[in-house]
């Protein structure tokens, strides 16, 4: 049997295993503790937490022998690794690439956003690819199977013509929004900003959430629009295609597929079925991102969610957040207007 792929895991928090703290032992992994635990070829065997509390408590229910509050209290060893898991905040992430990257472990696994700003994620891109060091981002919906299975139908024009792309979040372009700006990227492709609408501070005082229209490179429209987080949490969307419509539900949890056909009372009209309903019993995406990375590390696999991508996405998050900001008044038209 080969050797289990050492991991050190950066943040003990939810991302890291608190999640999965009120989930039944046999559920699916929703933190990176369980994730590798539950797959059998990775061995978590040092964290990093300055919160002794929650550090001792994570080391506690996930057996991780070796807990430290710092990188600095953490041996400096080159290649006591294999895998670094990313699950501190945000704010810290581009000190904690750089950091990991000095122990050379052969891949970095970092919650998305890969950093707080374009600039930040595009050094943290270049500096992993300059020292062979593969980053791969949790953009968790690369790795959900509807979602790769849908990609492929598109792909083979089993839908026929798309349509139209209408979808919905909130709680921050970067922070929710950019997970659905990654999702419509890996279904159609490479996007246009057409419009940008009011910037809504909805939960973040530095990542307001916003409304766009979209263009895929063929011309389909994307309308994004925005819910308010203090109300409840939605990430939905609909695709409508020339077949049929597609609506995700639920963050993901559900997919409906309704498709047309001949109306039996009204000759000469296509009307959608009520469809049906798919919807898995908690999420794999999680379990299969680290399948994924043991595939890339045992056998050369391609990563189904690089640095790269995260990139793309984080850049039109940006752009879009930039040109909302920009037409909010600023502090000498609001005197001016009272």
């Known amino acids: 049997m080969n050797a289990k792929f050492k991991v050190l895991i950066i943040g003990c928090g939810n991302m890291a295993g608190g999640y999965d703290l009120l989930q039944p032992d046999e559920a699916l992994p929703l933190g990176h503790a369980k994730a590798f635990g539950q797959h059998g070829g990775f061995e978590v065997t040092s964290c990093i937490d300055p919160n002794t509390a929650q550090r001792h408590a994570f080391q506690s229910r996930w057996q991780v022998p070796h807990g430290f509050a710092s990188w600095q209290d953490l041996p400096q060893v080159e290649g006591a690794f294999d895998v670094i ?61 509807e979602v790769q299975q849908l990609k ?57 959430s916003v409304d766009a229209c979209l263009q895929t490179a063929d011309g389909v429209p994307i309308q ?14 609909q695709i409508v295609t020339e077949k049929g419509v597609i609506s995700m539900e639920d963050g993901g949890a559900r997919w409906r597929f309704r498709t047309a056909a001949p109306s039996t009372q009204l000759p000469g009209y296509n009307f959608l079925n009520h469809g049906e309903w798919l919807g898995a019993q908690g999420s794999p995406a999680l379990r299969n991102a680290v399948t994924n990375l043991h595939d890339v590390l045992m056998q050369g696999a391609a990563l189904a969610c690089t640095g790269v991508h995260a990139l793309q996405a984080q850049s039109l998050c940006e752009h879009i957040q930039q040109q909302a900001v920009a037409k909010l008044p600023q502090p000498q038209d609001r005197r001016e207007a009272a």
């Open 85 to 145: 898991s990313i699950c501190s905040p945000t704010v810290v992430h581009a000190h904690d690439i750089q950091a990991a990257l000095a122990l050379k472990p052969r891949l970095i696994f970092c919650e998305k956003p890969v950093t707080l700003h374009v600039a930040q994620t595009q050094q943290a891109v270049t500096d992993c690819a300059n020292h062979q060091v593969l980053l791969a981002v949790n953009h968790s919906r690369r790795w959900s199977p």
């Open 152 to 208: 492929q139908q598109l792909a083979q024009g089993q839908w026929g013509a798309v349509r139209s792309v209408s979808a919905v979040y909130n709680k921050g372009m970067l922070n929710n929004g950019s997970h659905m700006i990654d999702l419509l990227l890996n279904l159609f492709g490479p996007l246009h900003i057409n419009h940008v609408g009011q910037a809504v501070y909805d939960h973040f005082d530095t990542d307001p």
């Open 224 to 237: 994004l629009s925005v819910a308010h987080a203090q109300d409840y949490a939605l990430f939905e969307m």
